[in-house]
């Protein structure tokens, strides 16, 4: 049992010591964590194991549920990743109040002996700790967020867009489904994640627009171009000449149970094979969504609405790939 707070800086201990005895004690203590590190002090004294209460451990069980109830499943899986498998054998028994800049530093030299030049990935286990401290914060389950740690050197590489004539090809090779879904992915700028949790209530023709919900669970009006709306009424007509439309039903269910789709990549690995084009991933149509229209003129605020980034320096990144396409071009003068 945790230390029950009476007010003020005054806590109540209560230890369980046998079916008919128990160990009470009022207590001081600043914080609830000091609180805690007391109670695990008198139940080490009366022989007791000692609870890992508030250990970076125990906040790691609560804090995958909380993300499982309001992150995208991508998310949980990499944050359940970083979790068992690299941070909390490291830091598992320690309380977040406790981690100093040394252990941390510490974490990423064995990190780096472990995983030479995996920058990007060592840093991203960063981040979920330090998320994981700003929650428990958040939650009263420690005082402090995480403390300031500087990240490795790394430097992003620049996101490749599919060429016009590249989607053209295979597109032709989709199905009226896939079709539907794919362009979704390039004429509205969606994430993969947002068009597999998408809805057909979502979606509105005349005026023609669908409401995406984001991360975040926040919700942003994206304008269905008409190439698009052909496309989804096309699927729509068909869904509905075989009995399957419902009008709240996931657009795209999955075929087996009719659940949230988790992988969209076996229909493109297939039509890429047949079109016999480079490598695509289903990300790189929304990337060049976001380049086709900078290369169009198009303003960037704009472009970082309809993506819903929640910063413009991640659009930014769109105009170096439409600057480098364009020197490309002038160098082959």
Same mark, same amino acid.
Request: glycine share 6%.
């Given at each position: 049992?945790?230390?029950?707070?009476?007010?003020?800086? @005054? !806590?109540?201990?209560?230890?369980?010591?046998?079916?008919?005895?128990?160990?009470?004690?009022?207590?001081?203590?600043?914080?609830?964590?000091?609180?805690?590190?007391?109670?695990?002090? !008198?139940?080490? #004294?009366?022989?007791?194991?000692?609870?890992?209460?508030?250990?970076?451990?125990?906040?790691?069980?609560?804090?995958?549920?909380?993300?499982?109830?309001?992150?995208?499943?991508?998310?949980?899986?990499? $944050?359940?990743? !970083?979790?068992?498998?690299?941070?909390?054998?490291? %830091?598992?028994?320690?309380?977040?109040?406790?981690?100093? *800049?040394?252990?941390?530093?510490?974490?990423?030299?064995? @990190?780096?002996?472990?995983?030479?030049?995996?920058? @990007?990935?060592?840093?991203?286990?960063?981040?979920?700790?330090?998320?994981?401290?700003?929650?428990?914060?958040?939650? $009263?389950?420690?005082?402090?967020?995480?403390?300031?740690? $500087?990240?490795?050197? =790394?430097?992003?590489?620049?996101?490749?867009?599919?060429?016009?004539?590249?989607?053209?090809?295979? +597109?032709?090779?989709? #199905?009226?489904?896939?079709?539907?879904?794919?362009?979704?992915? !390039?004429?509205?700028?969606?994430?993969?994640?947002?068009?597999?949790?998408?809805?057909?209530?979502?979606?509105?023709?005349? *005026?023609?627009?669908?409401?995406?919900? &984001?991360?975040?669970?926040?919700?942003?009006?994206? *304008?269905?171009?008409?190439?698009?709306?052909? =496309?989804?009424?096309?699927?729509?007509?068909?869904?509905?000449?075989?009995?399957?439309?419902?009008?709240?039903?996931?657009?795209?269910?999955?075929?087996?149970? &009719?659940?949230?789709?988790?992988?969209?990549?076996?229909?493109?690995?297939?039509?890429?094979?047949?079109?016999?084009? #480079?490598?695509?991933?289903?990300?790189?149509?929304?990337?060049? %969504?976001?380049?086709?229209?900078?290369?169009?003129?198009?303003?960037?605020?704009?472009?970082?609405?309809?993506? &819903?980034?929640? #910063?413009?320096?991640?659009?930014?990144?769109?105009?170096?790939?439409? +600057?480098?396409?364009?020197? @490309?071009?002038?160098?082959?003068?």
């Amino acid at each position: 049992m945790n230390p029950k707070h009476l007010g003020g800086n @005054r !806590y109540l201990i209560d230890i369980s010591i046998s079916r008919k005895e128990r160990f009470r004690k009022v207590i001081h203590a600043n914080s609830q964590l000091e609180a805690i590190q007391k109670h695990l002090a !008198y139940e080490s #004294s009366l022989g007791k194991q000692a609870k890992e209460l508030y250990t970076v451990a125990w906040i790691s069980d609560e804090y995958k549920k909380w993300v499982k109830n309001n992150q995208s499943p991508d998310t949980l899986e990499d $944050k359940t990743y !970083y979790l068992d498998v690299h941070l909390v054998p490291y %830091f598992g028994r320690m309380m977040p109040d406790f981690i100093t *800049p040394i252990l941390v530093e510490r974490f990423i030299q064995k @990190r780096l002996e472990q995983s030479p030049g995996k920058h @990007r990935e060592i840093n991203l286990e960063i981040l979920c700790l330090r998320a994981m401290i700003r929650w428990a914060k958040d939650m $009263k389950m420690c005082n402090n967020v995480l403390c300031q740690v $500087k990240m490795l050197p =790394y430097k992003r590489p620049l996101p490749k867009p599919v060429s016009r004539k590249d989607i053209d090809a295979v +597109v032709e090779q989709f #199905s009226v489904r896939n079709i539907a879904l794919y362009m979704c992915l !390039y004429f509205g700028g969606m994430r993969k994640n947002e068009v597999c949790i998408l809805r057909m209530n979502q979606i509105h023709f005349e *005026p023609d627009y669908i409401v995406v919900l &984001g991360k975040g669970n926040k919700e942003r009006i994206v *304008p269905i171009h008409k190439k698009l709306a052909g =496309y989804l009424k096309a699927y729509i007509e068909d869904l509905k000449a075989n009995g399957r439309f419902k009008e709240d039903g996931l657009v795209f269910p999955s075929r087996r149970g &009719g659940s949230v789709l988790t992988d969209i990549r076996k229909p493109l690995e297939r039509a890429i094979r047949l079109a016999g084009v #480079s490598h695509i991933t289903p990300h790189m149509f929304r990337h060049s %969504f976001a380049t086709h229209m900078i290369e169009g003129g198009e303003n960037i605020r704009t472009v970082q609405e309809l993506l &819903g980034h929640e #910063s413009v320096t991640t659009t930014q990144v769109y105009t170096h790939v439409s +600057v480098e396409l364009l020197k @490309r071009g002038i160098d082959k003068l």
